[in-house]
């Protein structure tokens, strides 16, 4: 499949960063120079944010998984310290970076996480943003009293709880804050009303306790492959993470969400799509591959398979690390699609389960390894193709992995003509080019109202 060039002049590159403890590698914690504490403490954070405020990246994106799904007996959880505390330290030590914290709908109460959110956009003077994910591992339930809810009903209750939240930010008129010291008057609570939303999952009377920031409100992010996912982020979103292997799904993702979006009657380009880039940087491609696979010996190597397995939708009995997949399961592989295509396309080509796993493929996220003009030419081709509005960078190892993309990759971005120099606004919206939020709460809480 081929795409025609766009016309980036009203566009730019978008190009957030995902600083996950050690690393997005499963081995980072064992590379040498690394905290294999580094989960549980803010330090690495802190520095990773002003190295990303210093190459003029949009934002911290962090993941949160609220519990131990899985054994940590090889490696570390994804993020020991909850999103929203991580990012208020940052925002303390930084001055224009975006703060993304994901926060489930699942396993949250809506006036709770609004209020969260308000204080940390007015906190960092309107550089907040929330990725609106719904919880479907069945441990992390458990730990909420919950038993996994159908997903049909997780999208449902996501779908009410994000436009509580947005009614919650709404509750509250730009002007509602007066504090005249010479009349008297702090606040018009004629601007202050509550909500008074009686819903199918929820009721919450409001309003939130915080005025807007210069932003507005938080822009809303929502992640995931599902159809249901991708109908949230159409009605809802206004950025998207996603996981995909090619171009041509990041295009037809990208498209689809652009078609449901204009479907509901939002504006063209309302959501920004930024998929994950896992990135391995090397003064050559010898030099990154190696890297690669010396992080893959540093990892759990049985579990890695299992991973490549389960992508493949095959037993993990059936391979073997310095061979190819058997001939018997490629032919039963060719033409399937969605998150495991980058996978099978690998062992379609013939490479070993070894070099499947050291090239990403068990990941989902298309992984760059290589030199910095060859990451470069990665993301130019993807954006100038239309088929993304930016990354979310996925360093191997946070330390030395994200300043080798800032110092490197980014300066031939900005010569290129399509990464920024400066920051061009102070708040996330201003980075993004979103403008004010869509105000339409009132409709979306009649939607849900009983």
Same mark, same amino acid.
Request: charged residues 25%; proline residues 6%.
């Given at each position: 499949?081929?795409?025609?060039?766009?016309?980036?002049?009203?566009?730019?590159?978008?190009?957030?960063?995902?600083?996950?403890?050690?690393?997005?590698?499963?081995?980072?914690?064992?590379?040498?120079?690394?905290?294999?504490?580094?989960?549980?403490?803010?330090?690495?954070?802190?520095?990773?944010?002003?190295?990303?405020?210093?190459?003029?990246?949009?934002?911290?994106?962090?993941?949160?998984?609220?519990?131990?799904?899985?054994?940590?007996?090889?490696?570390?959880?994804?993020?020991?310290?909850?999103?929203?505390?991580?990012?208020?330290?940052?925002?303390?030590?930084?001055?224009?970076?975006?703060?993304?914290?994901?926060?489930?709908?699942?396993?949250?109460?809506?006036?709770?996480?609004?209020?969260?959110?308000?204080?940390?956009?007015?906190?960092?003077?309107?550089?907040?943003?929330?990725?609106?994910?719904?919880?479907?591992?069945?441990l992390v339930s458990l730990n909420f009293a919950n038993e996994l809810q159908p997903s049909d009903e997780r999208y449902a209750r996501?779908? =009410?709880?994000?436009?509580?939240?947005?009614? /919650?930010?709404?509750?509250? @008129?730009?002007? %509602?804050? *007066?504090?005249? #010291?010479?009349?008297?008057?702090?606040?018009?609570?004629?601007?202050?009303?509550p909500i008074d939303h009686h819903g199918t999952f929820y009721d919450v009377r409001g309003p939130i306790t915080l005025p807007p920031?210069?932003?507005?409100?938080?822009?809303?992010?929502?992640?995931?492959?599902?159809?249901?996912?991708?109908?949230?982020?159409?009605?809802?979103?206004?950025?998207?993470?996603?996981?995909?292997?090619?171009?041509?799904?990041?295009?037809?993702?990208?498209?689809?969400?652009?078609?449901?979006?204009?479907?509901?009657?939002?504006?063209?380009?309302?959501?920004?799509?930024?998929?994950?880039?896992?990135?391995?940087?090397?003064?050559?491609?010898?030099?990154?591959?190696?890297?690669? =696979?010396?992080?893959?010996?540093?990892?759990? /190597?049985?579990?890695?398979? @299992?991973?490549? %397995?389960? *992508?493949?939708? #095959?037993?993990?009995?059936?391979?073997?690390?310095?061979?190819?997949?058997?001939?018997?399961?490629?032919?039963?592989?060719?033409?399937?699609?969605?998150?495991?295509?980058?996978?099978?396309?690998?062992?379609?080509?013939?490479?070993?389960?070894?070099?499947?796993?050291?090239?990403?493929?068990?990941?989902?996220?298309?992984?760059?390894?290589?030199?910095?003009?060859?990451?470069?030419?990665?993301?130019?081709?993807?954006?100038?193709?239309?088929?993304?509005?930016?990354?979310?960078?996925?360093?191997?190892?946070?330390?030395?992995?994200?300043?080798?993309?800032?110092?490197?990759?980014?300066?031939?971005?900005?010569?290129?003509?399509?990464?920024?120099?400066?920051?061009?606004?102070?708040?996330?919206?201003?980075?993004?080019? /979103?403008g004010a939020p869509e105000v339409a709460t009132r409709t979306e809480l009649v939607r849900h109202s009983r």
């Open positions: 499949m081929t795409f025609g060039s766009v016309d980036i002049g009203s566009r730019e590159l978008i190009l957030n960063v995902h600083p996950v403890g050690t690393g997005n590698h499963p081995g980072a914690w064992r590379w040498p120079g690394a905290d294999p504490r580094a989960f549980a403490k803010l330090d690495g954070y802190l520095e990773a944010a002003k190295v990303a405020e210093r190459g003029k990246l949009d934002a911290i994106f962090l993941a949160d998984v609220p519990g131990l799904h899985a054994p940590i007996t090889d490696y570390p959880i994804v993020n020991g310290l909850e999103p929203t505390i991580i990012l208020s330290a940052i925002a303390a030590v930084t001055d224009r970076i975006g703060l993304v914290a994901s926060i489930s709908t699942s396993s949250n109460e809506p006036y709770n996480v609004a209020r969260r959110l308000r204080a940390l956009d007015l906190a960092s003077n309107g550089r907040a943003g929330w990725n609106a994910i719904t919880t479907s591992n069945p996501a779908d =009410e709880f994000v436009a509580v939240v947005k009614a /919650l930010w709404d509750s509250w @008129r730009p002007d %509602a804050l *007066v504090a005249d #010291v010479g009349t008297g008057l702090f606040a018009d609570m004629t601007k202050i009303v920031s210069q932003q507005g409100h938080p822009v809303i992010f929502h992640a995931g492959v599902s159809d249901s996912s991708r109908r949230l982020t159409a009605r809802t979103g206004e950025a998207m993470f996603s996981a995909v292997p090619d171009i041509e799904t990041a295009h037809a993702e990208k498209t689809q969400i652009g078609r449901l979006s204009a479907e509901l009657g939002r504006p063209e380009g309302a959501v920004r799509y930024c998929p994950g880039l896992i990135t391995s940087v090397g003064s050559t491609e010898a030099e990154a591959l190696v890297r690669r =696979e010396q992080l893959d010996e540093l990892s759990d /190597l049985d579990g890695l398979v @299992r991973g490549l %397995a389960g *992508v493949l939708g #095959v037993d993990p009995g059936h391979l073997e690390l310095d061979k190819p997949v058997p001939v018997s399961i490629r032919e039963r592989l060719t033409g399937h699609q969605g998150r495991g295509r980058r996978a099978i396309d690998l062992v379609l080509h013939g490479f070993t389960v070894r070099d499947v796993i050291r090239r990403g493929g068990a990941s989902g996220h298309i992984t760059a390894a290589g030199t910095p003009e060859h990451i470069a030419d990665l993301i130019e081709k993807w954006y100038t193709a239309g088929a993304v509005d930016g990354f979310t960078v996925m360093p191997d190892v946070t330390f030395d992995g994200l300043p080798a993309f800032v110092d490197f990759v980014v300066p031939l971005l900005q010569k290129r003509g399509i990464f920024r120099k400066e920051y061009r606004g102070t708040t996330l919206r201003d980075h993004y080019r /979103l």
